[in-house]
């Protein structure tokens, strides 16, 4: 059997004997590591080449010029738009101001019944002022001061005609006119009567009435300083009161308790220097004109 095997032969070379047990382990545990390498180098590799991978492709290229833009086209047009609404803005208020007169000091703009004005004593500079707080002597009512500050809203007051006075709102105020002035928070009326002021002993000025009480209490004369017809703002005003004949007074005999810091305003009947007031902050309503 042995001859004849070595006389044939085989075509495709001697056969391969199939190994013992052990050698077959080995066989397979080598197979085994190959494959296992095979493979780790293999995803190693799919690993390194997704890390390298190019994100624009050739399609991406080839995209219009819109589809790449889009988002900068877009701010382009939204910024266009805000600056036509800008200008369309710009515009409207320009027409609006030169249909409506521009209040400023310079122009001397007329004061009307109707304006909320600060009036400010022309010396001290301080504004004439009321808050809901009493006098502890003389009429008890509410109390009429000098207030240093700019900025504090007790000291508007709204400028009113007499009730049996036919003039109305946007008129304007010419010197000798008989006015009233009603503080805009308390509602109360710039009064002044034969009690004695708090400090200096001269006429009381106060708060008194309401929107539905008033007398002749309330009423001024507005005496304007110079050529001027009508009252201004910035112009040197004085104001009479009509029942005692005292003027709108004021001077730097200031308040301890009540209202420290604050000075004294009164009605003194002599024309003096500490008399003399001038509409300062406020809003002006335009002259309304006749038909």
Not at 7 to 14: D, Q, S, Y
Not at 265 to 274: F, I, N, T, Y
Request: aromatic content about 10%.
């Amino acid at each position: 059997m042995a001859l004849l095997f070595s006389r044939v032969g085989f075509p495709f070379g001697a056969p391969t004997v199939a190994p013992s047990g052990q050698q077959q382990h080995n066989n397979l545990t080598r197979r085994r590591s190959a494959q296992a390498s095979s493979s780790k180098n293999s995803g190693s590799s799919r690993i390194v080449y997704r890390e390298f991978v190019n994100p624009s492709s050739d399609s991406d290229l080839n995209l219009p010029f819109w589809q790449k833009t889009w988002f900068i086209l877009l701010l382009l047009v939204m910024a266009l738009c805000f600056f036509a609404l800008a200008i369309v803005l710009l515009l409207t208020l320009d027409s609006d101001f030169a249909s409506t007169p521009v209040s400023t000091a310079s122009e001397g703009v007329q004061i009307t019944y109707g304006s909320v004005i600060k009036l400010m004593h022309e010396r001290t500079k301080f504004r004439l002022h009321s808050h809901d707080v009493p006098y502890g002597s003389g009429s008890g009512q509410q109390s009429v001061t000098g207030f240093p500050n700019v900025d504090d809203s007790n000291s508007y007051w709204i400028v009113r005609p007499t009730p049996d006075s036919s003039d109305k709102q946007g008129d304007p105020i010419k010197s000798g006119t008989i006015i009233r002035l009603q503080h805009m928070r308390t509602r109360r009326w710039l009064h002044s009567h034969l009690h004695a002021s708090p400090i200096s002993g001269n006429l009381e000025v106060s708060g008194f009435g309401g929107d539905g009480e008033s007398d002749t209490g309330d009423y001024w004369r507005i005496d304007i300083e110079g050529s001027g017809k009508t009252w201004r703002q910035d112009q040197r005003v004085r104001l009479r009161h009509v029942d005692t004949g005292g003027y709108l007074h004021s001077h730097d005999k200031k308040y301890n308790r009540i209202a420290g810091g604050q000075q004294e305003v009164c009605g003194v009947r002599e024309k003096r220097a500490d008399n003399v007031w001038l509409a300062a902050e406020g809003v002006y309503l335009p002259v309304t004109e006749s038909k």
